[in-house]
């Protein structure tokens, strides 16, 4: 059984790339959520005047891994607690967010915010919405961890992020 979660952290590069190891996730897409703009491009949201989020849309085997456990993780992998930014990445495109696309996504999403709140020192400010139109992000944006492990911002920031999932959930972590 196949279902989408649309989940904005912090850059879509490190978002896409943790969820791409995680066994059950059958695709992830980098992309823009939220805004104003039909069909934004990169040059447009980095702006921060469209009102997007970059976002990864994740396909996932719902009998294999549930949404709950992707949320699980989302949280663990970026910090839900800074207003607009994940580290250096500042501004609104950097939000955190979860677009929801039925009542039962929206009612896993806050219990899952709820119990993540007592876990950070600081308030959780993660937004939960209902899934705006998804426009899919350049091809030079897609899987590009994979693509790139030595680019700077890959090598600095993306790879730790990697590593602590697979750390935290090795058994969730596709061989």
Not at 106 to 135: G, L, N, R, S, Y
Request: charged share 20%; glycine share 6%.
């Amino acid at each position: 059984m196949t279902e989408i979660a649309v989940l904005g952290g912090g850059c879509f590069w490190c978002t896409e790339a943790v969820f791409q190891q995680i066994r059950g996730v059958l695709k992830v897409e980098s992309g823009y959520a939220g805004g104003a703009t039909d069909h934004p491009t990169y040059e447009q949201i980095c702006t921060g005047r469209t009102g997007h989020a970059e976002v990864v849309r994740v396909s996932f085997d719902a009998e294999q891994i549930s949404y709950r456990e992707l949320l699980e993780i989302f949280f663990t992998i970026h910090d839900p607690t800074t207003l607009n930014r994940q580290g250096n990445d500042v501004g609104t495109q950097y939000r955190s967010v979860i677009y929801f696309y039925n009542q039962q996504q929206e009612a896993i999403a806050c219990e899952v915010k709820a119990q993540m709140a007592a876990v950070w020192e600081d308030p959780v400010v993660t937004e939960i919405a209902e899934a705006p139109q998804f426009f899919i992000a350049e091809n030079y944006h897609q899987n590009y961890f994979r693509q790139h492990p030595q680019q700077g911002y890959c090598a600095v920031v993306v790879a730790p992020k990697v590593a602590k999932a697979r750390k935290l959930f090795a058994s969730k972590i596709l061989n």
